[in-house]
Structure formats: structure tokens, C-alpha cells
């Protein structure tokens, strides 16, 4: 097109510095108009996103991540005690998503928040329903808000992300893991530090064991390394997210303890899921680990905690552990 008006120009009787002139200011307009037009459609596409991003108070940062982190701000419309995340991948077979989402509940101060989730299962797309509830969590929740989003991570992640109760990316547990496994290179030095701090430091909740009142009360690795107070499930969540922040998969396991020795397991009931353990990935096998176990034991008689931090159940022989401990299902990822 420059070419065939250069050439009108000379037949027009215009100079050259004239025509050369001319060229330049048209050259550099239809730059300048290609320059704007990009500009404009980076902006709807960035409207768009922001679009997909926003929903009745709810907004995403993003609607793709490499990483399967995404953090949700949101305004909740009423007072409420938080908020409940149901997160369900699709199937790629079916076109459809998953009709048993995996569940986070987060609980909240005021009617703002901040909070980051993990997509847990995978690359593929993800959709993901923002429920607020009035009462305790899982009751009385009304649906406010659902995104859909593409996680592109292919990496292996199962058992390193946090969850619900296994806040492995909580700057506190990061902090400790971090301070804790320093100075030790293998994987079962790390797993050692861990396991010995949580066996010396933690005590078992004795009263909240026996006056019943521990189902209530918060088992999470936060609640327990904040009160250094747990049951067996709270150990567990404690252990798992401390491995998981030092870059180590670790499993929570619900099972029952056999009545063998003193304490928790001599009262241990019959039925399943009442005690919890962990299975640890070192050195490419799953060992087995239990810090409730390894930190004292409980006076049935005195109801009281006794502690005694020991190393029997770490990385226990499965067919020893096996005498005392049977495995019911290990906690979702």
C-alpha cells in the first residue's frame, strides 16, 4: 500500500522530500493505530477475565494458575462464621464435574477475607462453589458465588498441598518446618527433627480425652503447634503439615489402636477412625509414624498425661505396628 501511493504521489508533481515526508507520517499513523487497536483488545480481554474473575462480592486472582494455588477475596453479604469451598474437577471422559466436590471450610473473623485454596487433584479444569454459612460450618450455608478455573500444574503434588486441617502453607508451619529441618540434609533426618520436636513438645489433651468434649474442640496442625495441646488427630494433622511444608509427603491415617499398652489405646474403642498416625514418604517408600504414641503415655487411673518422648513409632516395622494399629483409610489429599 506505501508502495502505490509513492507512486501517486509522483505523478502528482510532489517533490521528493515531499513524498518521503508524507510517507513517514503515515507509516508511523498506521503504527500508531495498530498500537491503539492492541491496546484496546488487550483491554477487553482483560475485561473479560476480570469477568470470569468476579462473582456477587467474590473474586478470584485468577482463572488459570501454573502452580494449583489460587487466592479468593471476598465480601461476604451477611454476618456469617465462614465460609464454605466445595471444589469439583471435571472428567475429562464425561464433559461433566465431579458430583462428590472435595470440601474446605474456612472459618471467618468479619465480613472480609483473604484466603488462598489448592486445586488438589491434577491439571484439568476445576469448578469451584462459594457457599456462607451463618451457623457452624456445613449447616445453614447459602451459595453465593462459583468460578471456573484451568490448573496447568503437572506436577506430582499428592500429599505435599495443604488442606482443610493440614496448613502446610501457613507462614507459621513453613517457619517451623524450615527451622527445624535445617542442618540436616537427608530426608529422614528432616522427618526426625520433625517427629522428635512434636513427640517433646506437644502434650496430650488428657481432660478434653476423657470429659469427651474433644470431637469439639479444633484438631488442625495451626490449633495444635498454637496450644502445643492435642489429641491424636491433631498430632497427626501437626505432623503432616510440617513434613509437607519441608517438601516431604505425608499422609494422615484413621484407623483403631488395638488395647495394648497404657493410655489412649488401653480405652481405644473397637470401632474405626478413633485413632490417627501418619505415613511418611522417605527415601522412596512410605514409613509408618506415630507422635501421639512416641510423646508419653495417659494415666487411666490419674486421667492425666505423663510425658515420656520416645522414638519407638517412628518409622515403625509395619509388621510390629501391625500388632497395635489397624489402618481404616487415610484422609483425602
Known sequence: MISSLWMLLAFSGFSPS????????????????????DQMQRAAEERARERERVSNGYRLSETETDDSRLTLEGIASRPIRGILLAIAKQDIAS????????????????????VDFFLTEGPGRYRAEIYE?????????LRRAAFEVLNRDTRDLSFLLPTEKVQSAHP?????????????????????????WIAANVAYDAPAYFDGSYPKLPADALSAFRKLVAVCYGYSNLNAALHRAAGIRAKVVMGKAQPVYTGEQALASTSCETHAWNEVFIDGAWRLQDVTWDAGTVDPVSKTFERG??????????????RTHEKCVELPD
Open 18 to 37: 515531499v513524498h518521503a515526508g508524507f510517507l513517514d507520517a503515515l507509516q508511523g499513523a498506521v503504527k500508531e493505530a495498530s498500537t491503539r487497536l
Open 95 to 114: 464433559d461433566t464435574f465431579s458430583s462428590k466436590p472435595l470440601e474446605r471450610r474456612i472459618p471467618v473473623e468479619s465480613t472480609t477475607f483473604n
Open 133 to 141: 454459612c451463618e451457623e457452624e460450618l456445613g449447616r445453614s450455608c
Open 172 to 196: 507459621e508451619i513453613v517457619e517451623l518446618a524450615s527451622r527445624l529441618t535445617a542442618g540436616h540434609s537427608t530426608e529422614r533426618e528432616r522427618s526426625r527433627a520433625i517427629h522428635d
Open 309 to 322: 518422648p520416645h522414638s519407638r513409632y517412628f518409622d515403625a516395622d509395619p509388621n510390629d505396628f501391625a
